[in-house]
């Protein structure tokens, strides 16, 4: 099993930052990618970014350039780097454990981006 815990999450004005953190524990052991999906109301859970164990990264076309996704294997911690925030980046924020054909996911932690 893997527990993952987000935080960072709150409130801030558009172009603000934030940083999110997803530390894993459990038998961390095999974890491959770590992922980021948030869901705002009334819309579908969406891929925000994703990164292996070697470091290769990927995101959305919509976060592209302003968010930055990294990870500390040492710490099994992952962090989501966000910048200039917008108001459609409100939404709740999860992060996902991919290890062999099984999926881990966190409680989420809000971010609210309003003037």
């Known amino acids: 099993q893997v527990q993952l815990v987000e935080s960072g999450g709150g409130l801030v004005q558009p172009g603000g930052s934030l940083r999110l953190s997803c530390s894993a524990s459990g038998i961390i052991f095999g974890i491959n990618d770590m992922t980021w999906y948030r869901q705002a109301p009334g819309k579908q859970r969406e891929l925000v970014a994703s990164i292996t164990r070697f470091g290769s990264t990927n995101y959305a076309d919509s976060v592209k350039g302003r968010f930055t996704i990294s990870r500390d294997n040492a710490k099994d911690t992952v962090y989501l780097q966000m910048n200039s925030l917008k108001i459609e980046d409100t939404g709740v924020y999860y992060c996902?454990?991919?290890?062999?054909?099984?999926?881990?996911w966190g409680q989420g932690t809000q971010v609210t981006v309003s003037s």
């Open positions: 996902n454990a991919a290890k062999g054909n099984a999926d881990y």
